[in-house]
């Protein structure tokens, strides 16, 4: 009997397929809604050697209730960072809790820090501070953002709806 032909080996080290998404926040949510949440910084300050404290607040404000998102809770909060600063935030902190960031890449120049499990709404999140630790190689705001520019997205739990915003 003959020995049927062999196929060949798979590619052990496909190349990466482009993310779905190429805009931040890197996800199929809606951009920019009606949203009744923003984030605002408030102080960066040196904190130990080499690393920064960066503290904002959640803003509400009125909303048509009449969109979906406008009704919607705050899941987490991602920020948009240089890829070589995976893991340099170091910790956060909402409402007293101690928050640890999840780091995801999409491709480069698409990693973001997401801080989760904020489990809040418009009544529950309005003026409610969030700080972080930067920490080397990405000690500042402007070493830790992509580009310069922090941009953030506020993402419900559904992933519906994610209003963007940036500070520098």
């Not at 009744?36 to 803003?59: H, I, M, N, Q, R």
């Not at 705001?141 to 994610?162: M, P």
């Amino acid at each position: 009997p003959t020995t049927p032909a062999s196929s060949p080996p798979p590619d052990v080290s496909p190349v990466p397929s482009p993310p779905i998404f190429s805009e931040f926040p890197f996800c199929g949510c809606r951009k920019n809604p009606p949203s009744p949440y923003t984030f605002v910084l408030t102080s960066t300050e040196d904190f130990a050697k080499d690393s920064v404290k960066v503290c904002g607040v959640v803003k509400v404000q009125p909303c048509d209730t009449a969109d979906v998102c406008c009704t919607t809770d705050l899941q987490k909060i991602e920020f948009r960072i240089n890829d070589w600063c995976w893991g340099a935030i170091a910790a956060a902190t909402w409402k007293g809790q101690i928050h640890y960031p999840a780091y995801q890449s999409y491709g480069q120049g698409m990693t973001v820090a997401k801080i989760s499990n904020l489990r809040s709404t418009p009544a529950t999140a309005a003026d409610t501070e969030l700080c972080f630790l930067t920490r080397k190689p990405c000690s500042s705001l402007s070493s830790l953002c992509y580009n310069g520019v922090c941009e953030y997205a506020l993402i419900d739990t559904k992933i519906n709806c994610c209003p963007t915003g940036s500070f520098a």
